[in-house]
């Protein structure tokens, strides 16, 4: 099935680091949302975004609906040990009530206190 | 708000029996819910959606007679998995939609086949 694409797959980092990841599509998305999930968790969600070109911040954590809504990014700023989980992007597709996420394949966190 | 519980959290059983998992919104009413099944290291992999009060629809390479999904009220939907075999050890995650228009998500149940 379609799957966003995600990067970077994997970091590795400092605490007090600042981290950025991001999604893009070959699709328009109405909606972009971040989630994060930690081992033997299901997902959180952390910010909705849905307007193109919207800025949302939630603590420590801004996240961007891109322009030509085919891309998003998530911030994290002064990263402390508690961050580290997997970081999902996903966007909604289709219209209608069985509209369905479409995943991008994950960031994985790890912080170094 | 916008709290979603699945039960059981783990469970395992023995090869050819069936197993049920909850999945309830606790303070909204999800108009549909989704089951999802994910891989170690893997994203979320969605099987099927439903909306109360009508029959589940499933993604493509699920077996709907395998994954039978009931969603009888607007904070209640169950997964039963049927005749297990240790291929289908996995997480299983349930999410809700309703007036909160994101998908919240369970704590997910950890099946293991045996």
């Known amino acids: ?113 | 708000g916008a709290v979603v519980s699945q039960h059981p959290s783990r469970v395992i059983c023995k090869s050819g029996t069936s197993v049920k998992i909850e999945c309830r919104s606790l303070d909204f009413q999800a108009t549909t819910m989704f089951w999802y099944r994910q891989f170690p290291k893997q994203s979320l992999m969605l099987m099927a959606t439903s909306n109360e009060g009508s029959k589940a629809t499933y993604e493509q390479g699920v077996e709907k007679d395998k994954f039978l999904i009931n969603h009888a009220s607007l904070t209640l939907s169950t997964l039963t998995v049927t005749s297990a075999h240790p291929e289908d050890s996995s997480f299983y995650i349930c999410s809700a939609r309703g007036a909160p228009r994101e998908q919240y998500f369970g704590p997910g149940t950890r099946l293991t086949v045996t």
């Open chain 1, 1 to 113: 099935g379609q799957q966003l694409n995600q990067s970077p797959q994997s970091m590795f980092i400092q605490e007090g680091e600042d981290v950025s990841m991001n999604c893009t599509s070959s699709s328009i998305f109405n909606t972009w949302l971040w989630y994060k999930q930690e081992p033997g968790e299901g997902p959180v969600l952390l910010i909705a975004l849905y307007k193109a070109g919207e800025l949302t911040s939630n603590g420590r954590l801004t996240a961007q609906f891109g322009i030509t809504r085919k891309d998003s990014f998530l911030n994290i700023s002064a990263s402390i040990p508690s961050d580290v989980g997997i970081y999902f992007c996903a966007g909604l597709a289709n219209a209608g009530n069985n509209r369905k996420l479409i995943w991008g394949l994950g960031t994985s966190l790890a912080v170094n206190p």
